[in-house]
């Protein structure tokens, strides 16, 4: 299997544990020092706080995303993936307008850094704006 197809594969395979709601399988995919970089948000760094931030979304969000589309370097150490997300605000997330178990379906992207076969960072992207719209603040 070249580098490329690779890339994809594990690009693939961390979004098919996403939408099965399984996050030790994401957490498989990952760098013990993965860089995730939050939309519109800081960096936080390592398997530990990546965890956590699962949590923190399963306690706020329920997303299933669909139309996903990868795409790779053709060295296989970049990646990039285009979504939508469709999911339901379930508990107020600081900051945030309250949640009363709202919809909304958004366009999302993120991008990757692959590194020995793992993602070593993830940096995700999708309109802070119009998610607030969908779920009335």
């Known amino acids: 299997m070249s580098a490329r197809d690779a890339t994809a594969a594990l690009i693939a395979r961390y979004y098919a544990a996403f939408n099965a709601g ?4 994401m957490l498989a995919c990952l760098s013990e020092d993965v860089a995730h970089d939050i939309n519109q948000g800081g960096r936080q760094r390592g398997k530990a706080a990546f965890r956590d931030f699962l949590a923190h979304m399963d306690r706020c969000y329920r997303e299933r995303l669909t139309d996903i ?9 970049r990646a990039a ?26 366009p999302a992207g993120a991008f ?9 960072r993830v940096s995700v992207h999708y309109n802070l704006a119009d998610w607030i719209a969908q779920v009335g603040g």
Request: aromatic content about 8%; proline content about 6%; glycine content about 10%.
């Open 22 to 25: 399984d996050n030790d399988a």
């Open 69 to 77: 589309v990868v795409m790779t370097s053709p060295d296989g150490a």
């Open 81 to 106: 993936a285009e979504f939508v997300v469709h999911g339901a605000y379930l508990t107020t997330d600081e900051g945030l307008p309250p949640a009363t178990g709202q919809t909304y379906v958004l």
């Open 112 to 120: 990757f850094e692959i590194r020995d076969g793992l993602i070593a």
